[in-house]
């Protein structure tokens, strides 16, 4: 695979801006509305510092991310990454984690948390029946979006990150005035394994932003929009998260553990009232809708890329003849998606999820090493990552940090995986060598 733009006839429509607010829709989900009161009670006002630091190995991973991005044109992301720099076996292996182990089961999940969400409002979505519906609608409608062009795709993904964002911007804006100063005292420092632990937390909390990326065959000028686009998106980022936790725990204080399933509701309760919590519930759900939106625009683009390697059956390599996307990929994916929100199969191997996306994150820090040992493509630089190796060092030290604390049945699952896939890559590839000889015969 070349690090230039192969022709795969796609559009580049998606510059810096769609990026950027791609990376905070696919970042800022669920969890946000929960987040603050988790950090609290574990770390209390200290739980500032704990972002902070859990930036620092984001950021470090992000960096490589920028830098590998600006080099490798085509579409996948990760996958698109790791097969530059390493073969088609190591990239069959994080497509198969990617698009399975970390996309479909997440958003199976997170749309099983639009109609958790919707059915406190409206006991009817608790029905199997309805819920069945709503996931078949919901779901086609993103396919048919995203079918029609990835401008359309991309379009919606920024207005629902800006309809997202401003509840909570209302938040820090008017939450500011109901600080006590009192509530951000910290009495001591909490002890390494319980920041430890509150960072593992925050660390996932900030995944998602690799998933925009697995539009890279549609970056309008890749080695501009990718860099510019991961730091203005995980600076975005980082300061709601801040923002939020300081308002959060300076409005509800010690009284944040009643409120540990919806903290943000409570402070919005303090200030508009009732409707306030109505408000960000409803939020909530339209954050879900936002983060799964972004999956079935980005993630279908690694089975595209896959078919195009020869790696996936060969008609998710199709292009749509008048919108110019993967029409079969995305298609194909949304479904998937469906049928594991009505079946609940999610919930017996998202036990996985994160030792997938650890796992991601480590193959695509080697492959930013590796290929640069090469020198890029054409007069024009790409973006590399200050500091010499120190950034990939840190990203690799954090990520190694992270698999330690993982269960045993995550990483036992997640081993039996990745042998399943082994397995399924050796018979393809056999089976493609006796087709090949057939047709030399």
Known sequence: MSTVNSNEGLKRVIGVPGLALSIVNGIIGAGIFALPAIVSIKIGAFGVFAYIFCSIMLAAIMLCYAEIGSRVSTSGGSYAYVETAFGNFPGYIINWLYFFGWGILGSAAVMNIIADSLAVVFPAFANPLIRAVFFFVLIGFMIMINVRGAKQGIGLVKLLTIIKLLPLFGIIIFGFSHVKAGNLHWEHVPSLKTFGDTALILFFAFAGFETSLGTSGEFKNPKRTVPLGILIGGLIVLIVYILLQTVTQGVLGTEIATFKAAPLAAVAE???????????????????????????????????????????????????????????????????????????????????????????????????????????????????????????LIGIAAIVWLLTSLSKWEIISTIIFILVICVIYGIMKWVKSKNEDKAMQ
């Open 270 to 392: 303090k200030i508009i009232g009732p409707v306030g919590a109505t408000i960000l519930l409803i939020t909530a759900a339209i954050s879900c809708f936002g983060n799964v939106t972004s999956d079935v625009l980005a993630t279908p683009r690694l089975l595209f890329a896959g078919a195009n390697d020869g790696m996936f059956p060969k008609f998710l390599s199709k292009v749509h003849p008048r919108f110019a996307t993967p029409h079969l990929a995305i298609t194909t994916y949304g479904s998937l998606i469906f049928i594991f929100s009505i079946s609940g199969g999610f919930k017996q191997l998202a036990v996985m999820a994160s030792a997938a996306i650890l796992l991601i994150y480590l193959a695509v820090i080697l492959s930013t090493i590796k290929l640069r040992m090469r020198k890029p493509n054409g007069a024009e630089k790409t973006f590399r990552a200050p500091g010499g190796l120190i950034v990939p």
